[in-house]
C-alpha cells in the first residue's frame, strides 16, 4: 500500500489485538527499511485491511472502523477517483490475486525497492496470518527457490544494475526494468539445493549475529571479514554462480572473485 493512514503503531496494532476477533483486519505492515535491516525481516507496525469489506462488514469492527473514519475518511474525500471517495476505507488498489498467490505458494519473495543492497529473502507466508506489504518493497512470485537464486547471482544483479533506476545514491530495483524483461533459464532446478543451502545458511547467520542484510552483506563484501561463517556464505555463493551459469548452459569457471560482483 502507499498510504500510511491505513497503519498503525504497533502500540495501537497490540492493543487492538488483544481481541482476537481485530487479526481479521489487523495484519503485520512490512516496509523496505525492515526487509534490509531487521535480522528476520520482522515488522514493527500494522496496518488496518478492509480489503473486499461493505461499509457494514467493516463497522463490525467498531476500534479499527474509528483508526480509519478519524484518520482517512476526510481525506479521501479529496482523492480525484470516485471509488477512493465511495469506498474509503479500502486500499486504493488492493492486491487480491497477488496475495492469493502468496497464499497458495506459501512464501513471499521480496527485496527493498530502494537499496544498495539489492538482497532476496523469502519470508513464510500464509492465508491465516498474512502480512501487509509497502509500496516500497517488491514482491516476487516465484516457482521456486532456484528461481531465488537465479536472481541473487552475479548475473542477474549485473544486469538488474543495467537496467535498474537510482534514487539519491541508492540502486532502486523496479521490477518493471529488472524482473519482468530477465530471461531466466528454461529450468532452474539444478539451482535448487545449493540456494536454499545459501538462503539457510544467510538466515542462521543474520539470526545469530543479530545482522540484517545490509550489514551482512557488508561483512561479506569485506575481504578483512574472515569469520567461519561468512567465509562459507561466499563458498556457497561461488557454487551458485556455477550453477547457475550451468542453468544456462554457460561454461567457464568462476573463481572467489565473482562474489563482488553481488
Not at 40 to 55: A, H, K, L, N, Y
Not at 157 to 184: H, I, N, V, W
Not at 214 to 239: K, S
Request: charged share 25%; glycine share 6%.
Amino acid at each position: 500500500i502507499r498510504s500510511y493512514d491505513f497503519v498503525v503503531s504497533k502500540a495501537e496494532g497490540a492493543e487492538l489485538l488483544r481481541d482476537p476477533f481485530y487479526r481479521e483486519v489487523v495484519r503485520p505492515y512490512l516496509i523496505g527499511k525492515e526487509v534490509n535491516e531487521d535480522p528476520v525481516c520482522e515488522p514493527s507496525r500494522f496496518v488496518i485491511d478492509f480489503t473486499g469489506m461493505t461499509e457494514q462488514e467493516a463497522r463490525s469492527f467498531p476500534l479499527a472502523w474509528k483508526i480509519l473514519e478519524d484518520r482517512v475518511r476526510g481525506p479521501r474525500q479529496a482523492a480525484p477517483e470516485k471509488r477512493m471517495r465511495e469506498v474509503w476505507w479500502q486500499f486504493q488498489r488492493p492486491r487480491v490475486d497477488l496475495y492469493e498467490a502468496l497464499g497458495e505458494l506459501g512464501i513471499a519473495w521480496v527485496i527493498a525497492a530502494t537499496s544498495d543492497t539489492v538482497a532476496f529473502v523469502g519470508l513464510p507466508f500464509s492465508r491465516s496470518s498474512p502480512f501487509v506489504l509497502s509500496h516500497a518493497v517488491n514482491v516476487l512470485t516465484l516457482k521456486s527457490v532456484g528461481e531465488f537464486g537465479v536472481l541473487q547471482s552475479s548475473i542477474h544483479l549485473t544486469r538488474a544494475r543495467q537496467y535498474g533506476s537510482s534514487m539519491k545514491q541508492d540502486f532502486r530495483y523496479t521490477t518493471t526494468d529488472c524482473l519482468e524483461t530477465y530471461p531466466f533459464p528454461d529450468c532452474a532446478g539444478g539451482v535448487d539445493e545449493v540456494a536454499q543451502r545459501y538462503h539457510d545458511l544467510r538466515s542462521r547467520i543474520m539470526a545469530a549475529e543479530r545482522l540484517g542484510l545490509t550489514a551482512l552483506y557488508d561483512r561479506f563484501h569485506d575481504p578483512a571479514n574472515l569469520d567461519t561463517g561468512i567465509t562459507e556464505l561466499r563458498e556457497l555463493q561461488v557454487q551458485m554462480e556455477r550453477a547457475v551459469t550451468e542453468a544456462y548452459c554457460w561454461h567457464f569457471p568462476l573463481g572467489q572473485g565473482d562474489r563482488k560482483s553481488v
